[in-house]
């Protein structure tokens, strides 16, 4: 599927190397965070999530860091691979002026690891 | 589980002409989204259904787009009459519980309307 933009901010690293892909969100009233990796041709495939009550969560060789302070989230990947290759995205789980809330992504980070 | 299904993968057609792209969520799940994918917006949710009932159809862009959800199985969103401006790759997601739960994605349906 078409997952990426022309426009997409890049990320180039070695396979081994560790990771970090930064996302800014835009309201304060936003209490759940989700990192989606995309690769070409598929969906978003859910990674990783934070609630706002946390400042940082571990899953395997992932890694996100929430500061809520300055509005920024980011997703840290350890020991990099080759399959890791795709674009990344964040979403906030935003309230809504009906009262109900919902996902609000970002445009997104493409992760481009070399052999 | 087979994940959310959707179908067709892809859609050509002319400018005009009504497109219905079609979701079975994953089984259980009780609510379900439609977005849609493009260069120039990014992923951005069309309509929102929870119990099968339309919650939030704020992003639907204009008249030209419906969507239903007939029972807990199977939605439907269609375009008529469709614009080359459509053109996007179509995602459903489904998820159980609220939103601050995880939404599983389908493979999307990359429609193209010349």
């Known amino acids: 599927g078409e997952s990426v933009g022309l426009h997409l901010p890049t990320l180039s690293v070695q396979e081994g190397d560790n990771s970090i892909i930064n996302c800014a969100y835009s309201?304060?009233?936003?209490?759940?965070f989700i990192w989606y990796k995309q690769e070409s041709g598929k969906g978003p495939q859910f990674i990783i999530d934070i609630r706002s009550n946390m400042d940082k969560r571990q899953g395997q060789r992932v890694t996100v860091l929430l500061n809520k302070t300055v509005k920024h989230l980011s997703l840290q990947i350890a020991a990099t691979q080759p399959g890791d290759s795709a674009v990344y995205f964040c979403a906030e789980n935003m309230p809504m002026n009906t009262g109900f809330q919902k996902l609000v992504f970002g445009t997104g980070t493409r992760l481009l690891v070399s052999p | 589980d087979a994940g959310v299904i959707q179908s067709p993968r892809h859609e050509v057609t002319e400018m005009g002409q009504e497109v219905t792209l079609r979701c079975k969520p994953i089984?259980?799940?009780?609510?379900l989204f439609w977005y849609r994918q493009t260069m120039m917006r990014g992923l951005e949710l069309l309509i929102y259904f929870n119990n099968n009932v339309p919650i939030d159809d704020s992003g639907m862009p204009e008249d030209r787009f419906s969507a239903k959800m007939p029972n807990a199985s199977f939605s439907t969103l269609k375009i008529q009459p469709s614009e080359p401006r459509d053109s996007a790759v179509y995602f459903c997601a489904s998820l159980w519980g609220t939103w601050t739960d995880t939404q599983y994605f389908g493979p999307g349906t990359r429609l193209t309307v010349l």
């Open positions: 089984s259980g799940h009780n609510s």
């Open positions: 309201n304060s009233a936003s209490d759940y």
